[in-house]
């Protein structure tokens, strides 16, 4: 009995595993952003006391690291030499749901114990649709045994024999990178097993 609660426990482990990798790509882009700010004259100071704008500062990183403005006498696209925080720059950006996603990524890690809150909601978020593909066969009401989960570069699989009579397997793939948040889409069947 309590088959899907059994394989979730198990499969469980792709999520947080999956977790770790979002948040140690997202820090290594911080790092990034760190550095550069370090350089004088990189960063917004804002206009009272002096203080670094680190909202803002990371839409400049954003903006003079990764975005490519055309250059029509070179006929090629290059990264922008300056940035005058005029409305026109600050809005370039604003088709670009890539560099507009690692900018919001920067700004989530200006709070305090980002990764705390970050992580339980990413676990939460990708756990629910593990769910889903799991409990389109499986009931608590069945039995699973021989689970077992493999964890590859781009993926992941849980298998476990149901009620002694069924292959239950669910695929995981590796989606995302990058640009945008990791996650899975998972896929899953039940086959009878053939009996000798």
């Known amino acids: 009995m309590n088959a899907l609660d059994n394989i979730q ?8 595993q999956l977790a770790d990798r979002q948040i140690a790509d997202m820090k290594r882009l911080d790092d990034a952003f ?4 370090a350089i004088d004259g990189n960063a917004i100071v804002g206009r009272l ?7 803002n500062s990371t839409y400049k990183y954003i903006y003079m690291t990764h975005f490519r403005v055309y250059n029509l006498e070179t ?3 290059e990264r922008p030499t300056t940035y005058n925080n005029t409305y026109e720059e600050r809005s370039a950006m604003g088709y670009s749901k890539d560099l507009m996603y690692m900018v919001n990524d920067l700004r989530t890690m200006i709070s305090s114990n980002w990764d705390v809150k970050y992580r339980e909601l990413f676990v939460a978020a990708n756990m629910v649709k593990l769910n889903r593909a799991l409990g389109k ?8 045994q021989d689970i077992h989960v493999t964890t590859g570069g781009d993926g992941a699989e849980v298998t476990a024999i149901i009620n002694g009579m069924f292959k239950f397997k669910a695929f995981g793939t590796l989606c995302g990178g990058d640009i945008q948040c990791y996650h899975y889409r998972y896929r899953s069947s039940l086959k009878g097993i053939k009996r000798q």
């Open 34 to 37: 760190q550095e550069w700010l």
């Open 49 to 55: 006391g002096g203080q670094i704008d680190l909202y």
């Open 75 to 77: 006929g090629k696209y």
């Open 137 to 144: 066969y499986i009931t608590n009401t069945m039995y699973a």
């Open 9 to 16: 426990n198990e499969a469980g482990v792709i999520v947080d």
